[in-house]
Nanobody, 114 residues
């Protein structure tokens, strides 16, 4: 079965860090560009970061650049999002996606609160 499975969300205090993981199952992960999106309550889903398949070049939304790092381990078929210096406005459900396969994970909740 082709799927993406996220993990690693949780509750963290402002200024804290979290690392999200996304396991890719059932397809050749290394061939695909991958993305992290997020959706905050009452807002539309937005792109957070993208990583290309062949070059590992990365692109970030402006508000997370310098705080978040997207990476991938092709040997483990896993995508990561390292989030540092988290802010309350980063609170959202985070989704990984393989856009060229129109594939989404189920999402993982990140809550930043004191």
């Amino acid at each position: 079965q082709v799927q993406l499975v996220e993990s690693g969300g949780g509750l963290v205090q402002p200024g804290g860090s979290l690392t999200l993981s996304c396991a890719a199952i059932g397809f050749t992960f290394e061939k695909y560009g991958m993305r992290w999106y997020r959706q905050a309550p009452g807002k539309e889903r937005e792109l957070v970061a993208h990583i290309f398949s062949s070059t590992n070049k990365t692109i970030y939304q402006e508000v997370v650049r310098g705080r978040f790092t997207i990476s991938r381990d092709n040997a483990k078929s896993t995508l990561y999002l390292r989030m540092n210096n988290l802010k309350p406005e980063d609170t959202a459900i985070y989704y990984c996606s393989a856009p060229n396969k129109n594939l989404w994970g189920q999402g993982t909740q990140v809550t930043v609160s004191s």
